[in-house]
């Protein structure tokens, strides 16, 4: 999980000092300052770096009303699909955008309808999925038509989401076409901003007041009870891999229905259970089959369900079954996890079963199918007999240890001071690129931000993050690394 970053252009606003405390702050921002870095450049850096995921703003509405017209306009490229005819953007696509300084996601989703079944109820579902993970929401109207029995139906979901609104009167081409969209204050949203995606008119002021109401981050609080609230553990991974019978083997008696046929589990169950001391709160998840756009009916919803389950959760346990060959959905499956940056332990289910030849090629597709996740924690368990249940808790609290990790930045600069000595990076094109300095700006996943003199290509970043796991542990979490290059001395910005 690498991104890389050329300076940029920074609005003038408060900037978070992510996980740093001010005395540490201060002397990394002299340090900087040392080095030739713009001083912005760098709090943004920080900022982007420390405050986890960017907030999250869903494009949503009826069919045809130009949603994606909108989301072009946003993010100030043409990229999703714009078509005059309803229907033509199915999935949730993410794009990210920045105004006034600011940057943020951008979700882009199918026309939502009530009453629809077949592939128009999973672009509708889709859509309901958006609004619930989403920090604020655009609300696009149509306001040559005016609101129509539809738009009261997603008036009614946003009011039960209870998130920010912000309702945007599309088609309004000039001033004549003002009056459509004030009559749009009957849907009870507060103010509708007039806007015309096509040509731009009244975006600014819609997305001055989307930044009113969209937070800098999105709070992190995981479905739990607060602080001191029992961690959340999810349990993901294919059908009939044993999800619930874990559940019912730590719980020690039956809270969940398990049998024999796959698909038993349709909605995450929440499950308190005692373990050592400690109250965890286990969710059993509908096991996911293939990729979400394939799905149909029931096991569409339930996929969808697991994903919030996951993005709620700070742990996931992903089961395997290994009496069968690793399949492209159980890494599908890790990497969801992954890309949720979350914990992770991987529970090798039905140990009990397999025989010698199993367990050596098992270990072989261990080795090749799953390399890149080496650092999870694994556990050889058996749901039915209970054999290893007991390293469960051992593992999810490592896993967890790793996740809330944070190395000082002192430390971090020494690590690196050596490291770039030793191995530094290949030269390429007669320049020799090197990381200068760098700070761990967040947890939950560890996120650091590197500076350096030039572009570092993906291979040392990957050496990076394997040598940091080898200093400082991070075992059972994803790293994400950030590396931003200092400009040319004596380059002005624009």
């Known amino acids: 999980m690498n991104d890389q970053n050329q300076p940029g252009d920074s609005a003038e606003h408060e900037y978070d000092h992510g996980a740093l405390g001010d005395a540490e702050y201060a002397e990394f921002m002299e340090l900087a300052a040392e080095e030739g870095f713009d001083i912005e450049d760098v709090e943004g850096a920080i ?105 009261e139906a997603v008036v009614r979901l946003l009011r039960k989401a209870g998130k920010p609104v912000v309702l945007a009167a599309n088609k309004v081409d000039g001033p004549s076409g003002e009056a459509d969209a004030a009559y749009l204050w009957s849907l009870g949203l507060g103010e509708p901003h007039p806007v015309s995606a096509l040509h731009g008119r009244g975006t600014g002021d819609m997305l001055d007041a989307v930044l009113e109401v969209l937070p800098n981050a999105p709070e992190q609080t995981f479905g739990g009870a607060g602080i001191g609230g029992p961690r959340r553990i999810a349990l993901i991974g294919r059908p009939n891999v044993g999800k619930s019978s874990l559940l019912n083997k730590v719980a020690g008696e039956e809270r ?50 697991t994903a919030a389950a996951v993005e709620k959760a700070e742990v996931a346990v992903v089961l395997i079954d290994a009496s069968e060959n690793i399949s492209v959905q159980d890494q599908r499956i890790i990497t ?46 058996s749901a039915y007999t209970g054999r290893h249940m007991e390293k469960l808790v051992p593992a999810i609290e490592t896993a967890l240890a790793g996740w809330e990790t944070r190395v000082p930045t002192g430390r971090l600069n020494a690590f690196l001071g050596e490291l770039v000595s030793a191995h530094p990076h290949p030269v390429r094109g007669g320049k020799q690129p090197r990381i200068l300095f760098g700070t761990q700006a967040g947890t939950k996943p560890p996120r650091f931000v590197l500076f350096a003199s030039g572009f570092i290509e993906a291979g040392y970043r990957r050496f990076i993050e394997r040598r940091l796991r080898e200093e400082f ?22």
């Open 47 to 151: 900022e982007a770096a420390g405050h986890g995921p960017l907030p999250v703003l869903a494009v949503v509405g009826r069919p045809n009303v130009g949603k994606s017209t909108l989301v072009n306009r946003i993010i100030g490229r043409r990229e999703a699909v714009v078509e005059d005819k309803p229907g033509v953007t199915r999935d949730r696509v993410t794009y990210e955008a920045e105004w006034a300084g600011r940057r943020f996601k951008v979700v882009d989703t199918g026309g939502w309808e009530q009453d629809v079944l077949g592939i128009d109820a999973s672009v509708a579902a889709q859509a309901e999925y958006a609004i619930e993970a989403a920090d604020a929401v655009v609300f696009v109207v149509d306001a040559k038509v005016g609101a129509t029995d539809t738009d």
């Open 256 to 305: 969940v229905v398990v049998n024999e046929l796959a698909g038993t589990t349709r909605d995450p169950v929440d499950e308190l259970i005692e373990l050592g001391g400690v109250t965890w709160k286990f969710v059993d998840t509908a096991g996911i089959r293939k990729r979400v756009h394939l799905q149909q009916g029931a096991d569409y919803y339930a996929s969808l369900r």
């Open 336 to 381: 969801m996890a992954v890309d949720a940056g979350r914990a992770m332990v991987i529970a090798y289910n039905k140990w009990d079963t397999l025989d010698e030849e199993r367990r050596y090629y098992l270990e072989r597709e261990i080795e090749t199918e799953l390399g890149q996740v080496a650092w999870a924690p694994r556990v050889n368990v």
């Open 473 to 494: 542990g991070f075992e059972g979490t994803p790293i994400h690394i950030s590396v931003r290059v200092r400009e040319k001395r004596g380059a002005k910005k624009k």
